[in-house]
């Protein structure tokens, strides 16, 4: 049967068009040129004056903090949230669970900024990088739940009483067998939420107070107020770790396949 | 009795972190969004005391119902566009082999992996008066110098696209994965056109996939903010833009409320539409 060629073209349409933004970046980040309108030679100083720019590396800071720590509690409450979903999945306090932990995920971005400002608001709690904190980890949790409950799909529960009847005790049957079937999945979670936290804004600049600066926000404002050029170069040594990071993670996950 | 009892126990103590957790800072803080927008503004841009109907009365203002609609607009026409482009994505990647197939979906997904607001403001870039595109539209002739690629709502439409269209690809994907492709050459044999059996029998195929991409795209779409705010322009805005103007701009929070609280209801709608579609085929693949 004589196929369409329309499916392919649209294809490499479609990754033309995913590439072209970020391919004319990176190049711009290496133009002399201040206002990047035209090539007017390779030129690190973009580069070189983020050397010179605080606040930016401040806000990197945070950050990272933000990120590993609402990864590490939003790990804790999600696997626990994943395992009830998945052990107890008839039951009617799941069924209200499952909704709970589903409609952050369907809500915009938006509208959980602003309900969580209304209730630190209500509640008189000062914006900063705790309610931030308190914002992260309410999105991670269902991203890493849902993560973790597609994994336990697989997983089949007998291993469980097996191992019991076998004597192991429930401190040794979590470590020896649960753990690392599911680790996979909890592992894959973690990663998610890292990056979700790492990279939101939305939901930053709404529980953000005046001071309590991460780096989305800070390129917020350098795309509202500062120089193309220096986002630019910020924009490519983001690119590039997050490759990096990827390739070592692809490499981590086929070694061990 | 005894171990149902503990069974019992245990779901309770497995369920009450997130249970507690997504209570006390999902549920409660949207159901306070509907509270406060009856409440009136205090002149410290808190929240005042007793009760009025005062911001859902300005919501009947013109300026916002023509940005509700406006929102409406672009998040359908942003929707359409997402799906004519990511069906043929979707059953081309099926259709080619694993080595392919594997690298294209990588190719799809890596350049989402960069910050949200670096893709933004590369399409500022691009879009500039004096960027590449211009150059190239003008030079074509498809443009003249005065025209602006930057500050409407095409601009929203056309980076909204970008951002959503990986979401509406892989769903789409995923049930064209499991779509027997013998049908196709079924109803081939039975003489349709390639097209009759592409639109009667592939479509509905993948029905199910088609609904999430949607909710994909148009949910997060009606709620867009950073995207109008940076290539948008005055006569790009969107709901979204208006919450966060009562906000940061003159901190009235009631009205953001009332603002909020009908975004909040125009996503619950088309979520619900799909779920109850959804519930008449088999068990829905989102919930």
Same mark, same amino acid.
């Given at each position: 049967?004589?196929? &369409? /060629?329309?499916? *392919?073209?649209?294809?490499?349409?479609?990754?033309?068009?995913?590439?072209?933004?970020?391919?004319?970046?990176?190049?711009?980040?290496?133009?002399?040129?201040? %206002?990047?309108?035209?090539?007017?030679?390779?030129?690190? /100083?973009?580069?070189?004056?983020?050397?010179?720019?605080?606040?930016?590396?401040?806000?990197?800071?945070?950050?990272? =903090?933000?990120?590993?720590?609402? +990864?590490?509690? &939003?790990?804790? %409450? @999600?696997?626990?949230?994943?395992?009830?979903?998945?052990?107890?999945?008839? &039951? /009617?306090?799941?069924?209200?669970h499952y909704g709970l932990v589903y409609m952050p995920l369907v809500v915009p971005e938006i509208l959980m900024g602003i309900s969580l400002l209304?209730?630190?608001?209500?509640?008189?709690? /000062?914006?900063?990088?705790?309610?931030?904190?308190?914002?992260?980890?309410?999105?991670?949790?269902?991203?890493?739940?849902?993560?973790?409950?597609?994994?336990?799909?697989?997983?089949? %529960?007998? =291993?469980?009483?097996?191992?019991?009847?076998?004597?192991? @005790?429930?401190?040794?049957?979590?470590?020896?067998?649960?753990?690392?079937?599911?680790?996979?999945?909890?592992?894959? @979670?973690?990663? *998610?939420?890292?990056?979700?936290?790492?990279?939101?804004?939305?939901? +930053?600049?709404?529980?953000?107070?005046? @001071?309590?600066? +991460?780096?989305?926000?800070?390129?917020?404002?350098?795309?509202?107020?500062?120089?193309?050029?220096?986002?630019?170069?910020? &924009?490519?040594?983001?690119?590039?770790?997050?490759? +990096?990071?990827?390739?070592?993670?692809?490499?981590?996950?086929?070694?061990?396949? | 009795?005894?171990?149902? $009892?503990?069974?019992?126990?245990?779901?309770?103590?497995?369920?009450?972190?997130?249970?507690?957790?997504?209570? #006390?800072?999902?549920?409660?803080?949207?159901?306070?969004? !509907?509270?406060?927008? #009856?409440?009136?503004?205090?002149?410290?841009?808190?929240?005042?005391?007793?009760?009025?109907?005062?911001?859902?009365?300005?919501?009947?203002?013109?300026?916002?119902?023509?940005?509700?609609?406006?929102?409406?607009?672009?998040?359908?026409?942003?929707?359409?566009?997402?799906?004519?482009?990511?069906?043929?994505?979707?059953?081309?990647?099926?259709?080619?082999?694993?080595?392919?197939?594997?690298?294209?979906?990588?190719?799809?997904?890596?350049?989402?992996?960069?910050?949200?607001?670096?893709?933004?403001?590369?399409?500022?870039?691009?879009?500039?008066?004096?960027?590449?595109?211009?150059?190239?539209?003008?030079?074509?002739?498809?443009?003249?110098?005065?025209?602006?690629? #930057?500050?409407?709502?095409?601009?929203?439409?056309?980076?909204?696209?970008?951002?959503?269209?990986? !979401?509406?690809?892989?769903?789409?994907?995923?049930?064209?994965?499991?779509?027997?492709?013998?049908?196709?050459?079924?109803?081939?044999?039975?003489?349709?056109r390639r097209s009759q059996a592409f639109r009667r029998i592939f479509l509905p195929g993948i029905r199910r996939g088609l609904f999430t991409a949607?909710?994909?795209?148009?949910?997060? $779409? #009606?709620?867009?903010?950073?995207?109008?705010?940076?290539?948008?322009?005055?006569?790009?805005?969107?709901?979204?833009?208006?919450?966060?103007?009562?906000?940061?701009?003159?901190?009235?929070?009631?009205?953001?409320?009332?603002?909020?609280?009908?975004?909040?209801?125009?996503?619950?709608?088309?979520?619900?539409?799909?779920?109850?579609?959804?519930?008449?085929?088999?068990?829905?693949?989102?919930?």
């Open positions: 049967m004589k196929r &369409s /060629r329309l499916p *392919l073209l649209v294809t490499i349409a479609v990754l033309f068009f995913f590439y072209l933004p970020i391919i004319i970046l990176v190049v711009n980040s290496f133009n002399a040129s201040r %206002f990047g309108t035209g090539w007017q030679g390779f030129s690190m /100083r973009w580069y070189a004056r983020l050397l010179h720019e605080p606040e930016i590396w401040r806000a990197a800071r945070n950050s990272l =903090v933000i990120a590993l720590g609402a +990864t590490a509690l &939003s790990v804790v %409450f @999600g696997t626990a949230a994943a395992f009830a979903l998945h052990r107890f999945a008839r &039951s /009617r306090l799941q069924r209200f209304m209730a630190f608001a209500a509640a008189g709690v /000062r914006l900063g990088l705790g309610t931030i904190f308190l914002a992260h980890v309410t999105f991670c949790v269902s991203f890493v739940a849902m993560t973790v409950l597609a994994r336990l799909q697989d997983f089949d %529960f007998a =291993v469980i009483e097996a191992a019991q009847d076998l004597g192991a @005790g429930w401190g040794t049957t979590l470590r020896k067998v649960l753990l690392p079937l599911i680790a996979p999945g909890i592992l894959a @979670g973690a990663l *998610l939420a890292f990056t979700l936290s790492i990279d939101d804004f939305v939901i +930053t600049f709404f529980v953000a107070g005046p @001071g309590s600066t +991460t780096l989305p926000i800070r390129i917020y404002s350098m795309i509202k107020y500062g120089s193309p050029p220096l986002i630019n170069a910020l &924009s490519t040594i983001l690119l590039t770790v997050t490759f +990096t990071a990827v390739a070592i993670s692809q490499r981590i996950s086929r070694s061990k396949g | 009795m005894k171990t149902g $009892a503990r069974k019992k126990l245990q779901e309770a103590l497995v369920s009450s972190p997130s249970l507690l957790w997504l209570g #006390l800072f999902f549920l409660f803080p949207t159901l306070l969004v !509907f509270v406060l927008a #009856l409440r009136p503004a205090n002149p410290y841009g808190g929240i005042g005391q007793g009760w009025t109907l005062e911001n859902l009365r300005r919501l009947a203002d013109p300026s916002y119902l023509e940005v509700a609609w406006r929102t409406l607009e672009i998040s359908l026409v942003t929707t359409i566009i997402c799906l004519l482009l990511a069906v043929p994505v979707g059953y081309y990647l099926v259709r080619v082999s694993l080595k392919w197939r594997n690298l294209f979906l990588m190719l799809i997904i890596i350049p989402f992996w960069t910050n949200f607001l670096v893709r933004v403001f590369a399409w500022k870039v691009l879009l500039h008066p004096e960027g590449p595109i211009k150059h190239v539209l003008v030079f074509l002739g498809l443009a003249g110098p005065q025209t602006s690629l #930057l500050y409407n709502a095409g601009a929203v439409v056309l980076v909204s696209v970008y951002t959503f269209l990986p !979401f509406t690809i892989l769903p789409i994907f995923a049930a064209a994965d499991k779509f027997d492709f013998q049908l196709l050459e079924a109803a081939r044999d039975l003489g349709a949607v909710l994909f795209v148009f949910i997060p $779409a #009606l709620g867009s903010y950073v995207i109008p705010d940076i290539v948008g322009g005055p006569s790009g805005e969107l709901i979204g833009n208006k919450i966060a103007q009562r906000v940061f701009v003159d901190r009235n929070l009631p009205l953001a409320s009332a603002i909020s609280a009908v975004l909040i209801l125009s996503v619950l709608a088309p979520l619900a539409a799909v779920l109850f579609l959804q519930r008449k085929d088999e068990r829905p693949e989102i919930l």
